[in-house]
């Protein structure tokens, strides 16, 4: 049985987790999973995920690592506005989030991606990743019909961030640029909203199997790609 609290390293820390989970909130106001290991904890939050069996559209969630000032063992998910809630009232007064009393249901955090065996295979500029991103939301807000429900709101942004995004740098590759494992260009909306691009910075892309990682400095994007591709 876990604890009912963490104890975050520092007063940094419990702002940038609640930065994170305050931009989280902005894509999709649902949940978070948490998992402790020791000093480390991971937050994971969604960004695009199928919401129907055998719906051709791939997982992407976010990936924030904070430090703890003690070891913890925790694996559970959280609606992210008790996150915030308890987060906003520590202010810089305390490090110990208070977990919330009940968990919630979130269909995308079974989907575990693996912790070993990455493969660097790419590289993206930071600036090219928040161009792909703009360029998104620009086509999500041009899709959508006045007072748009949920629906036709999930059906838009699973089309268009679906889509694969621009062409990256090969590592050693003497051609230059090219396609990087079928990207989609959700994975760079996420990595621009969730505040993971610095300027002037770059993001590497890693393969495992059918998951890909872009991790910068600031964080990482996870994507599981939809059965369709042909991966495995």
């Given at each position: 049985?876990?604890?009912?609290?963490?104890?975050?390293?520092?007063?940094?820390?419990?702002?940038?987790?609640?930065?994170?989970?305050t931009r989280a909130r902005?894509?999709?106001?649902?949940?978070?999973?948490?998992?402790?290991?020791?000093?480390?904890?991971?937050?994971?939050?969604?960004?695009?995920?199928?919401?129907?069996?055998?719906?051709?559209?791939?997982?992407?969630?976010?990936?924030?690592?904070?430090?703890?000032?003690?070891?913890?063992?925790?694996?559970?998910?959280?609606?992210?506005?008790?996150?915030?809630d308890r987060l906003a009232?520590?202010?810089?007064?305390?490090?110990?989030?208070?977990?919330?009393?009940?968990?919630?249901?979130?269909?995308?955090?079974?989907?575990?991606?693996?912790?070993?065996?990455?493969?660097?295979?790419?590289?993206?500029?930071?600036?090219?990743?928040?161009?792909?991103?703009?360029?998104?939301?620009?086509?999500?807000?041009?899709?959508?019909?006045?007072?748009?429900?949920?629906?036709?709101?999930?059906?838009?942004?699973?089309?268009?961030?679906?889509?694969?995004?621009?062409?990256?740098?090969?590592?050693?590759?003497?051609?230059?640029?090219?396609?990087?494992?079928e990207l989609p260009a959700?994975?760079?909306?996420?990595?621009?909203?969730?505040?993971?691009?610095?300027?002037?910075?770059?993001?590497?892309?890693?393969?495992?199997?059918?998951?890909?990682?872009?991790?910068?400095?600031?964080?990482?994007?996870?994507?599981?790609?939809?059965?369709?591709?042909?991966?495995?």
């Open positions: 049985m876990h604890s009912d609290h963490l104890a975050l390293a520092d007063a940094e820390s419990v702002a940038d987790l609640h930065t994170f989970l902005a894509i999709e106001d649902g949940s978070a999973r948490l998992e402790a290991a020791g000093t480390a904890l991971g937050v994971y939050v969604p960004v695009l995920y199928p919401e129907a069996l055998g719906a051709t559209v791939p997982t992407i969630l976010g990936l924030r690592v904070a430090r703890l000032a003690e070891p913890a063992d925790l694996a559970a998910v959280y609606g992210l506005g008790a996150l915030t009232r520590m202010g810089g007064a305390s490090t110990e989030l208070s977990l919330p009393p009940v968990e919630a249901f979130a269909p995308w955090a079974g989907v575990a991606p693996p912790r070993r065996g990455w493969e660097r295979i790419a590289e993206y500029d930071d600036a090219l990743l928040r161009s792909v991103a703009e360029e998104g939301m620009r086509a999500v807000a041009g899709a959508l019909p006045e007072n748009a429900g949920k629906p036709v709101l999930a059906t838009v942004r699973s089309r268009i961030w679906s889509t694969p995004a621009a062409r990256a740098s090969v590592p050693g590759d003497p051609a230059g640029p090219a396609p990087a494992a959700g994975a760079a909306f996420a990595a621009h909203a969730l505040g993971f691009l610095a300027p002037g910075g770059a993001s590497a892309l890693f393969s495992a199997g059918r998951w890909l990682r872009l991790s910068s400095a600031h964080g990482h994007v996870l994507v599981r790609l939809a059965s369709s591709t042909g991966s495995k």
